[in-house]
Protein backbone atom coordinates (compact mmCIF):
# COMPACT_ATOMS: atom_id res chain seq x y z
CA UNK A 1 0.00 0.00 0.00
CA UNK A 2 1.40 3.39 -1.08
CA UNK A 3 2.38 5.51 2.45
CA UNK A 4 3.20 8.93 3.35
CA UNK A 5 4.83 9.79 6.06
CA UNK A 6 5.04 13.56 7.76
CA UNK A 7 7.35 14.52 10.13
CA UNK A 8 7.20 16.15 13.26
CA UNK A 9 3.89 16.18 13.88
CA UNK A 10 3.78 19.48 15.01
CA UNK A 11 6.66 22.27 15.42
CA UNK A 12 7.27 25.45 16.98
CA UNK A 13 9.77 27.79 16.09
CA UNK A 14 10.46 31.37 17.07
CA UNK A 15 10.10 33.95 14.41
CA UNK A 16 13.38 34.14 12.70
CA UNK A 17 14.35 30.36 13.43
CA UNK A 18 14.89 28.47 10.30
CA UNK A 19 14.01 24.12 10.20
CA UNK A 20 12.77 21.80 7.84
CA UNK A 21 9.80 19.40 7.62
CA UNK A 22 10.13 15.72 6.22
CA UNK A 23 8.04 13.72 4.20
CA UNK A 24 8.89 9.73 3.25
CA UNK A 25 7.30 8.01 0.98
CA UNK A 26 7.07 4.49 -0.45
CA UNK A 27 9.52 3.66 -3.35
CA UNK A 28 6.67 2.17 -5.06
CA UNK A 29 6.77 4.08 -8.62
CA UNK A 30 6.13 7.88 -7.77
CA UNK A 31 5.01 10.02 -10.22
CA UNK A 32 4.83 13.34 -8.46
CA UNK A 33 5.32 14.61 -4.64
CA UNK A 34 2.96 17.48 -3.75
CA UNK A 35 3.45 20.53 -0.72
CA UNK A 36 0.11 22.59 0.24
CA UNK A 37 -0.39 24.43 2.84
CA UNK A 38 -3.77 24.07 4.93
CA UNK A 39 -4.53 27.30 7.68
CA UNK A 40 -7.76 26.05 9.85
CA UNK A 41 -10.69 25.71 8.36
CA UNK A 42 -9.89 26.33 4.69
CA UNK A 43 -8.96 23.86 1.97
CA UNK A 44 -5.36 23.51 1.15
CA UNK A 45 -3.47 25.93 -0.80
CA UNK A 46 -1.04 24.42 -3.66
CA UNK A 47 2.86 25.22 -2.68
CA UNK A 48 4.55 22.63 -4.82
CA UNK A 49 5.37 19.97 -7.32
CA UNK A 50 8.34 18.08 -7.31
CA UNK A 51 8.45 14.97 -10.27
CA UNK A 52 11.90 13.94 -9.78
CA UNK A 53 15.10 12.89 -7.43
CA UNK A 54 17.33 16.25 -7.15
CA UNK A 55 14.75 18.52 -7.87
CA UNK A 56 14.25 21.69 -6.16
CA UNK A 57 11.73 24.27 -5.99
CA UNK A 58 11.39 27.45 -4.01
CA UNK A 59 8.68 30.12 -3.08
CA UNK A 60 9.76 33.34 -0.74
CA UNK A 61 10.55 31.75 2.46
CA UNK A 62 9.83 28.07 1.44
CA UNK A 63 12.18 25.22 -0.18
CA UNK A 64 11.16 22.47 -1.42
CA UNK A 65 13.53 18.98 -1.98
CA UNK A 66 13.26 15.85 -3.48
CA UNK A 67 15.31 12.77 -2.86
CA UNK A 68 14.64 8.78 -3.73
CA UNK A 69 12.90 8.57 -0.58
CA UNK A 70 11.57 11.40 1.11
CA UNK A 71 11.08 15.18 0.37
CA UNK A 72 11.96 18.36 2.67
CA UNK A 73 10.44 21.47 2.97
CA UNK A 74 12.94 24.12 4.59
CA UNK A 75 11.59 26.78 5.86
CA UNK A 76 13.76 29.79 6.40
CA UNK A 77 14.00 32.86 8.52
CA UNK A 78 9.82 31.83 9.08
CA UNK A 79 7.39 34.56 9.87
CA UNK A 80 4.34 34.34 12.52
CA UNK A 81 2.22 33.99 9.18
CA UNK A 82 3.75 31.06 8.19
CA UNK A 83 1.92 29.22 11.05
CA UNK A 84 -0.35 26.37 9.55
CA UNK A 85 -0.48 22.79 8.87
CA UNK A 86 1.72 21.53 6.03
CA UNK A 87 1.04 18.91 4.05
CA UNK A 88 2.67 16.05 1.60
CA UNK A 89 0.84 14.33 -0.74
CA UNK A 90 2.01 11.32 -3.06
CA UNK A 91 1.05 10.63 -7.05
CA UNK A 92 1.97 7.02 -7.75
CA UNK A 93 0.25 6.67 -11.55
CA UNK A 94 -3.17 8.10 -11.44
CA UNK A 95 -4.54 10.74 -10.80
CA UNK A 96 -5.09 10.29 -6.84
CA UNK A 97 -3.44 12.29 -4.43
CA UNK A 98 -2.24 10.11 -0.79
CA UNK A 99 -2.04 12.47 1.68
CA UNK A 100 0.62 12.63 4.87
CA UNK A 101 -1.11 13.58 8.29
CA UNK A 102 0.79 16.95 8.27
CA UNK A 103 3.01 18.96 10.04
CA UNK A 104 1.34 21.15 12.09
CA UNK A 105 3.49 24.41 11.94
CA UNK A 106 3.52 27.41 14.93
CA UNK A 107 5.95 30.46 14.47
CA UNK A 108 6.00 31.94 17.54
CA UNK A 109 6.53 35.79 17.52
CA UNK B 1 -3.22 29.30 -9.80
CA UNK B 2 -6.85 27.88 -10.62
CA UNK B 3 -9.59 28.43 -8.95
CA UNK B 4 -12.33 26.32 -7.03
CA UNK B 5 -15.42 27.12 -5.33
CA UNK B 6 -17.87 25.16 -3.13
CA UNK B 7 -21.14 26.26 -1.74
CA UNK B 8 -22.33 26.31 0.61
CA UNK B 9 -19.23 27.55 3.38
CA UNK B 10 -21.27 25.83 6.19
CA UNK B 11 -24.48 23.72 6.55
CA UNK B 12 -26.25 22.72 9.94
CA UNK B 13 -29.03 20.35 8.96
CA UNK B 14 -31.24 17.71 11.25
CA UNK B 15 -30.58 14.08 11.07
CA UNK B 16 -32.36 11.82 8.10
CA UNK B 17 -32.79 15.16 6.01
CA UNK B 18 -30.42 15.13 2.80
CA UNK B 19 -27.43 18.32 1.61
CA UNK B 20 -25.89 19.09 -1.01
CA UNK B 21 -22.76 20.44 -1.72
CA UNK B 22 -21.86 21.81 -4.97
CA UNK B 23 -17.99 22.37 -6.41
CA UNK B 24 -16.98 24.44 -9.20
CA UNK B 25 -13.90 25.16 -11.23
CA UNK B 26 -14.01 28.89 -11.82
CA UNK B 27 -11.25 29.26 -14.31
CA UNK B 28 -10.93 25.71 -15.90
CA UNK B 29 -12.77 22.74 -17.02
CA UNK B 30 -11.94 19.58 -15.55
CA UNK B 31 -13.08 16.30 -16.21
CA UNK B 32 -12.15 14.71 -12.90
CA UNK B 33 -13.28 16.17 -9.43
CA UNK B 34 -12.10 14.56 -6.42
CA UNK B 35 -13.97 14.87 -3.06
CA UNK B 36 -12.15 14.48 0.10
CA UNK B 37 -13.47 14.57 4.22
CA UNK B 38 -11.65 15.66 6.93
CA UNK B 39 -12.17 15.28 10.52
CA UNK B 40 -10.58 17.75 13.02
CA UNK B 41 -6.74 17.65 13.45
CA UNK B 42 -6.73 14.84 10.88
CA UNK B 43 -5.21 14.46 7.13
CA UNK B 44 -8.10 14.50 3.72
CA UNK B 45 -9.03 11.32 3.09
CA UNK B 46 -10.50 10.61 -0.20
CA UNK B 47 -13.83 9.85 -0.43
CA UNK B 48 -14.90 9.35 -4.40
CA UNK B 49 -13.81 10.23 -7.77
CA UNK B 50 -15.91 12.38 -9.51
CA UNK B 51 -16.00 11.93 -13.52
CA UNK B 52 -17.92 14.01 -16.22
CA UNK B 53 -20.50 12.09 -18.05
CA UNK B 54 -19.77 8.98 -16.01
CA UNK B 55 -20.27 7.31 -12.90
CA UNK B 56 -18.23 8.07 -9.84
CA UNK B 57 -15.62 5.50 -8.40
CA UNK B 58 -15.89 5.63 -4.46
CA UNK B 59 -12.74 4.56 -2.70
CA UNK B 60 -13.24 1.08 -0.83
CA UNK B 61 -15.10 1.84 2.81
CA UNK B 62 -17.48 4.57 1.11
CA UNK B 63 -21.05 3.71 0.62
CA UNK B 64 -22.12 4.97 -2.36
CA UNK B 65 -25.86 5.45 -1.82
CA UNK B 66 -25.01 7.26 0.93
CA UNK B 67 -22.96 9.97 -0.89
CA UNK B 68 -24.26 10.57 -4.17
CA UNK B 69 -22.01 11.98 -6.78
CA UNK B 70 -22.90 13.66 -10.05
CA UNK B 71 -20.39 15.26 -12.21
CA UNK B 72 -23.43 17.22 -14.83
CA UNK B 73 -20.81 19.36 -17.06
CA UNK B 74 -17.00 20.03 -17.04
CA UNK B 75 -17.10 23.06 -14.55
CA UNK B 76 -19.60 21.40 -12.12
CA UNK B 77 -19.77 18.28 -9.25
CA UNK B 78 -22.29 18.12 -6.56
CA UNK B 79 -21.82 15.49 -3.62
CA UNK B 80 -25.34 15.20 -1.98
CA UNK B 81 -24.99 13.22 1.40
CA UNK B 82 -28.26 11.56 2.08
CA UNK B 83 -30.37 10.78 4.82
CA UNK B 84 -27.40 12.60 7.20
CA UNK B 85 -26.61 11.50 10.63
CA UNK B 86 -24.19 13.30 13.23
CA UNK B 87 -21.47 10.90 12.20
CA UNK B 88 -21.48 12.18 8.72
CA UNK B 89 -20.45 15.78 10.39
CA UNK B 90 -17.34 17.03 8.91
CA UNK B 91 -15.27 19.20 6.36
CA UNK B 92 -15.57 18.25 2.75
CA UNK B 93 -13.37 19.23 0.51
CA UNK B 94 -13.36 19.17 -3.27
CA UNK B 95 -10.59 19.45 -5.90
CA UNK B 96 -9.15 19.43 -9.52
CA UNK B 97 -6.66 19.01 -11.47
CA UNK B 98 -6.05 21.74 -14.06
CA UNK B 99 -4.82 18.83 -16.49
CA UNK B 100 -6.26 15.21 -16.66
CA UNK B 101 -4.18 12.18 -16.83
CA UNK B 102 -1.95 13.03 -13.58
CA UNK B 103 0.24 12.97 -12.17
CA UNK B 104 -0.43 16.96 -11.81
CA UNK B 105 -1.60 19.20 -9.38
CA UNK B 106 -4.87 19.42 -7.56
CA UNK B 107 -6.36 22.68 -6.82
CA UNK B 108 -8.42 22.52 -3.45
CA UNK B 109 -11.64 24.18 -2.47
CA UNK B 110 -12.31 26.64 0.21
CA UNK B 111 -14.58 23.17 1.67
CA UNK B 112 -17.94 22.93 3.14
CA UNK B 113 -18.12 22.15 7.23
CA UNK B 114 -21.55 19.89 7.56
CA UNK B 115 -23.04 19.86 10.75
CA UNK B 116 -25.83 17.58 11.17
CA UNK B 117 -27.70 18.08 14.60
Known amino acids: EDQVTQSPEALRLQEGESSSLNCSYT??????LFWYRQDPGKGPEFLFT???AGEEKEKERLKATLTKKESFLHITAPKPEDSATYLC??????????FGTGTRLTIIP | GAVVSQHPSWVICKSGTSVKIECRSL??????MFWYRQFPKQSLMLMAT?????????EQGVEKDKFLINHASLTLSTLTVTSAHPEDSSFYIC?????????????FGPGTRLTVL
Open chain 2, 50 to 58: SNEGSKATY
Open chain 1, 27 to 32: VSGLRG
Open chain 2, 27 to 32: DFQATT
Open chain 2, 95 to 107: SAPTLAGGPHEQF
Open chain 1, 50 to 52: LYS
Open chain 1, 89 to 98: ASNFGNEKLT
